[in-house]
């Protein structure tokens, strides 16, 4: 994991001392939708997910013909060189603990799965804006497919688990 930041870390570095001509990891997605060369890495990704609104949720989806949650999560971060397992709660397992006041774009967003009762995490999505009080975050929902949703939404703030920061 230590290895896994420090490439990031190194990677975002990088990143802003280069041009975009040169096509690794952070300097651009291997993507061409999007024009990575007026965007920063966690700008790009952000970006990158809101293209896939309204994709449609299925169930182990991890293509365009549609996504389950942690799918989602993959395929954007894998435009950017970052393997990530198929299952949130695998998922949580990587980056850094952030505490909610610290959250930012391009943090992932962890949930309790159906059960607010239930301790293991079952929902992923990517934190996309922040506020004081305010996280608005994409995700593929079972209801909607790739939508946006608010922290402070009940079914949300209920299931609440973890921020986590694969990008620095």
Known sequence: MHFLIRSVIVSALLFAASSFSNRSFAQAPKSQEIAADTLNPIQSLVSFATKHLHIPYRSGGSSKRGFDCSGFVRYCFN??????????????????VVELDDAKP??????????TKSKRIGHVGIITEVAPGYVKFIHSAWKGGIRYDLLNAAYYSKRFVAIKRMIE
């Open 79 to 96: 435009q950017w060189n970052i393997t990530l397992p198929h299952s949130s709660a695998a998922q949580a397992e990587h980056g850094e």
């Open 106 to 115: 391009g943090d992932l967003i962890f949930f309790k799965g159906n059960s």
